[in-house]
Nanobody, 124 residues
Framework: QVHLVESGGGLVQAGGSLRLSCTAS????????TGWFRRAPGKEREFVAG????????GVADSVKGRFTISRDNAKNTVLLQMNSLKSEDAAVYYC?????????????????WGQGTQVTVAS
């Protein structure tokens, strides 16, 4: 079992920044690729960013490219999502997820473990 806990969400003005953290416990989390997803009201959960278990490969959705950055510190069992230049359309509940194996996926179904989510609200 891998237990994931997100933190760092909150209320921010449009154009501002937030840094989300995903802290993992349980099995060796460096054996898992990690993704960040989000769900806005009335919408499907969507991929935001992913990172391989080594941290050597990352990817972000087109909608956040150039604004969001994903990174990980396996020694601290933590994956970070740095979000800059936030827009109203970024408001959502953000979830981190872990997938067994080295490579992240853009698909929900690839992930075995999910956190409870953290709310991000962007005031325009």
């Amino acid at each position: 079992q891998v237990h994931l806990v997100e933190s760092g969400g909150g209320l921010v003005q449009a154009g501002g920044s937030l840094r989300l953290s995903c802290t993992a416990s349980g099995r060796t989390v460096s054996n898992y690729a990690t993704g960040w997803f989000r769900r806005a009201p009335g919408k499907e959960r969507e991929f935001v960013a992913g990172i391989s278990w080594s941290g050597g490969s990352t990817g972000v959705a087109d909608s956040v490219k150039g604004r969001f950055t994903i990174s990980r510190d396996n020694a601290k069992n933590t994956v970070l999502l740095q979000m800059n230049s936030l827009k109203s359309e970024d408001a959502a509940v953000y979830y981190c997820a872990a997938a067994r194996g080295p490579y992240y996926s853009r698909f929900n179904s690839a992930y075995e473990y999910w956190g409870q989510g953290t709310q991000v609200t962007v005031a325009s």
